[in-house]
């Protein structure tokens, strides 16, 4: 697929959510400026309106924004992120499909760099379970997912997408309770593929009690599986975004 088409769809898919979110459209447009790390004053800026227009829809303040309101607001979030070489858009595009619903996309990202595996997963303060040394491999993203709306109401092949089929990308999951489910579904996903395709880590927040099959999978596929001490997803994803890999 071209990147022109891929990032149509993308459009398509943000304007789309923000019209057909009749009661609450400005927490839809709230989620998806929040997706592009965009502040409410810098878009205001771009779009040269008051930081209190964009405020008062996401709030709900104003109500039903018009069709040429919605068109420049999603225009304007990918243009903003394109002046600053894509990479949000990058990741989203791989990832909107209509069977899979971005709401359970809670963060995602490409670095312009390899980073070290490990960095992300000190960041989110994690205790590594499994293949500890693999670490050291670098990476070029993540995807964060909410797996209560996502992991275990999704196909392997459809995980396979949110992932990024790709061994080069972490895949983080939230609200999870055992991590035998996600963990399933990541070994599943490789059925069928002429090549081992899985993440370079898996990052599990949220976990009650971990279940031994998840580690004995992650074992068994040599996928570094480790759990963040992180309690709050919400938290999880303010460190992502905060993370810089060039520090």
């Known amino acids: 697929m071209e990147q022109s088409e891929a990032l149509n769809r993308l459009a398509e898919t943000m304007a789309g959510e923000i019209c057909l979110a009749e009661h609450t459209p400005g927490s839809v447009m709230k989620r998806w400026r929040e997706q592009f790390q965009i502040s409410q004053k810098d878009l205001a800026k771009h779009l040269d309106v ?11 303040r104003r109500k039903s924004p018009r069709v040429d309101t919605i068109k420049r607001f999603v225009e304007g979030l990918i243009e903003m992120d394109a002046a600053s070489g894509g990479r949000i858009a990058m990741a989203l595009e791989k990832l909107v499909a209509p069977e ?18 490990r960095l992300l997963v000190e960041e989110l303060e994690c205790k590594v379970l499994t293949h500890k040394s693999l670490l050291d491999r670098d990476v070029y993203g993540y995807t964060a997912l909410d797996s209560v709306k996502a992991i275990v109401s999704l196909t392997p092949q459809q995980l396979l997408k949110l992932y990024g089929g790709t061994t080069q990308r972490i895949a983080i999951l939230t609200h999870v309770t ?4 996600p963990m399933v579904a990541i070994k599943a996903s490789q059925i069928g593929t002429s090549m081992a395709v899985k993440p370079a880590a898996v990052i599990l927040q949220g976990v009650e009690e971990l279940d ?9 596929i040599h996928v570094p599986l ?3 001490e992180i309690k709050s997803a919400d938290d999880l994803v303010k460190k992502l975004r905060g993370f810089d890999p060039q520090l």
């Open 50 to 60: 008051s930081p209190s227009v964009i405020s008062d829809y996401e709030s709900g």
């Open 100 to 117: 899979i619903s971005s709401d359970a996309i809670l963060d995602s990202r490409e670095f312009g760099i390899p980073v070290p595996a």
């Open 178 to 181: 055992t991590g035998r489910s």
């Open 212 to 220: 031994l099959l998840a580690v004995k999978i992650a074992d068994s």
């Open 226 to 228: 480790c759990v963040s």
